[in-house]
């Protein structure tokens, strides 16, 4: 009776397995997904990684990447390549989704004021927002649907123009990276009523 139920027991768990992995390879990722990587050469490179509000993971060797709507073995693929030039054989990466995020349900939108701010550049979603009193730069960076791979992160503008003189000038510039790095942004100031954020395009090598 004992090893009948250790075989069931093997059975299922197997079976589980296999369905855990088949679900693994169909899920695409998304922002606030929590990635579990393993390189079995350098354990030191194993680490889980959050999933960023655009998209994109840092990881050593590799930089920024971006995962938004990729596989866990497409993610594998990718962070492999990127660290094998310091391996002297090509390294063995396990990627899994640790914790998806789940979005917490809708909320019926307060009424009250808003201010009306503009997103350009090398955003997925430029354009016209409209931002409650209080919005921060970047708080707002996070409704411009994440940047495209041409975006120069680390020189985003936060342009505004003088109601008296008609003059525009840029009051701000942010690094997007180093929040990517886990760092803290000491300077994130509050926008006003027809703000502009820009974001530019990369040069050459940068």
């Known amino acids: 009776m004992k090893r009948l139920f250790l075989s069931l027991l093997v059975v299922f ?5 296999v369905q855990s992995a088949m679900a693994q390879d169909a899920y695409r990722i998304r922002p606030g997904d929590v990635l579990s990587v393993e390189v079995v050469q350098d354990p030191s490179l194993s680490r889980e990684i959050l999933v960023l509000p655009d998209g994109s993971i840092n990881y050593p060797f590799v930089g920024t990447l971006q995962v938004r709507g990729l596989t866990v073995a497409q993610v594998q693929q990718r962070i492999a390549a990127g660290i094998s030039p310091n391996f002297a054989v090509v390294p ?24 009306d701010i503009f997103i350009q550049g090398e955003v997925a979603a430029p354009g016209l927002v409209e ?5 921060t730069l970047i708080q707002a960076l996070s409704v ?7 975006a120069a992160t680390r ?8 109601a008296h003189t008609g003059r525009t000038s840029i009051i701000a510039t942010l690094d997007y990276r180093v929040l990517e790095r886990g760092g ?12 502009v954020i820009l974001v530019p395009q990369r040069r ?3």
Request: net charge negative.
């Open 204 to 206: 050459l090598f940068e």
């Open 144 to 150: 411009g649907g994440g940047f495209t791979s041409f």
């Open 13 to 17: 768990i197997t079976v589980f397995g």
């Open 92 to 115: 063995d990466v396990f990627v899994s989704v640790s914790q998806i995020f789940v979005p917490p349900p809708p909320v019926a939108p307060l009424p009250g004021p808003t201010i």
């Open 184 to 195: 803290i942004i000491t300077h994130d100031p509050v926008l006003a009523e027809g703000d």
């Open 131 to 135: 931002v409650p009193p209080g919005t």
């Open 155 to 162: 020189r985003i503008q936060l342009r505004r123009t003088n």
